[in-house]
T-cell receptor
Framework: AQSVTQLGSHVSVSEGALVLLRCNYSSSVPPYLFWYVQYPNQGLQLLLKYTSAATLVKGINGFEAEFKKSETSFHLTKPSAHMSDAAEYFCAVSSMDTGRRALTFGSGTRLQVQP | EAGVTQSPTHLIKTRGQQATLRCSPISGHTSVYWYQQALGLGLQFLLWYDEGEERNRGNFPPRFSGRQFPNYSSELNVNALELEDSALYLC?????????????FGPGTRLTVL
């Protein structure tokens, strides 16, 4: 079985400050990990993904995430927050065991960016 | 390249009715996934179709069903609607290649059950 835990349902940062959104996963086999962003009344947009290549993954809009197997973590960071980053962020895990390709999502973190 | 499209955008039904939601995948993608995003319950996997077959199913009752057509588009049917079925239903598509499976999502259908 696989699971995802996102620490902090709400995170507030000032514009220009570092963004850090935390994600820990549990998977019995090497996982594929994803970060998605959801703007109000919209679907999910893929930010970045880890599929067992480089452990530091760069995504769109200046976001990046580092896969740390020893810590079972895949935290999302951005050096400088922008007002347009305000949205809900979801971490997800997918494992290929038994052909179960469904994504398991964390509960989401709502990011607020203060001017 | 067009993304995943879903229709309708909004759907209002009453308890006991049936709802049909539609999804067109990205051109070339053969897999379609359905997820439910209900208030307070987060994103939950519903169904996975690939090459016209149901491949996997989440923990939902049988009144949630669907199909995938030869052109890889998909339909989600929800029978005997209940109030708690009110949610955003998201469709995703992917092209399953060895070692990778990245899902791209559509904008969703907002289902309201009155």
């Amino acid at each position: 079985a696989q699971s995802v835990t996102q620490l902090g349902s709400h995170v507030s940062v000032s514009e220009g400050a570092l963004v850090l959104l935390r994600c820990n996963y549990s998977s019995s086999v090497p996982p594929y990990l994803f970060w998605y962003v959801q703007y109000p009344n919209q679907g999910l947009q893929l930010l970045l993904k880890y599929t067992s290549a480089a452990t530091l993954v760069k995504g769109i809009n200046g976001f990046e995430a580092e896969f740390k197997k020893s810590e079972t973590s895949f935290h999302l960071t951005k050096p400088s927050a922008h007002m347009s980053d305000a949205a809900e962020y979801f971490c997800a895990v997918s494992s290929m065991d038994t052909g179960r390709r469904a994504l398991t999502f964390g509960s989401g973190t709502r990011l607020q960016v203060q001017p | 390249e067009a993304g995943v499209t879903q229709s309708p955008t909004h759907l209002i039904k009453t308890r006991g009715q049936q709802a049909t939601l539609r999804c067109s995948p990205i051109s070339g993608h053969t897999s379609v996934y359905w997820y439910q995003q209900a208030l307070g319950l987060g994103l939950q996997f519903l169904l996975w179709y690939d090459e016209g077959e149901e491949r996997n199913r989440g923990n939902f009752p049988p009144r949630f069903s669907g199909r995938q057509f030869p052109n890889y588009s998909s339909e989600l049917n929800v029978n005997a609607l209940e109030l708690e079925d009110s949610a955003l239903y998201l469709c995703a598509s992917s092209l399953v290649l060895a070692g990778t499976d990245t899902q791209y999502f559509g904008p969703g259908t907002r289902l309201t059950v009155l």
